[in-house]
Structures are given as C-alpha cells and as structure tokens.
C-alpha cells in the first residue's frame, strides 16, 4: 500500500513538473531532450559545488581571520 501511495505522489509531482514548465505541450522526444538539459546542468551545478565551495569557504574563512 505505501509503495502505491509513493508512486501517485511521484506521478503528481511529475505532471505539477509538466504543467509548471509547460512541457506537456511538447512531443515525447522534445520533452526527453528538456529533460536530459535539465538533468546535466543540474549535475554539473552540483558537481562544481562539491568540487570548488571548499575552496571558496577557505578563502573566506581566511580573509575574515577565523582560521589562520
């Protein structure tokens, strides 16, 4: 029973995506191109702030003296 609730909320949220982004207007393989843009500019997004923040947090914390 969970797993049947789990997967209506995963398709409700999946059509809100839909219709807040319009993509329901798009053919099926428009939508997979949007969708695989989507999905790389976030990875990469996520990848560059595990690789580069703690450098920057470094930088910061260096310049305000917390850490020498």
Do not use: C
Request: glycine share 2%; charged share 10%.
């Amino acid at each position: 029973m969970a797993l049947s609730d789990a997967w209506k909320r995963l398709s409700w949220i999946y059509y809100q995506y839909l219709l807040v982004t319009a993509l329901y207007m798009l053919e099926p393989w428009e939508r997979t191109i949007f969708n695989s843009l989507v999905v790389s500019v976030a990875g990469m997004a996520v990848y560059t702030g595990y690789v580069f923040m703690p450098q920057h947090i470094m930088a910061i914390l260096y310049y305000f003296e917390v850490i020498q």
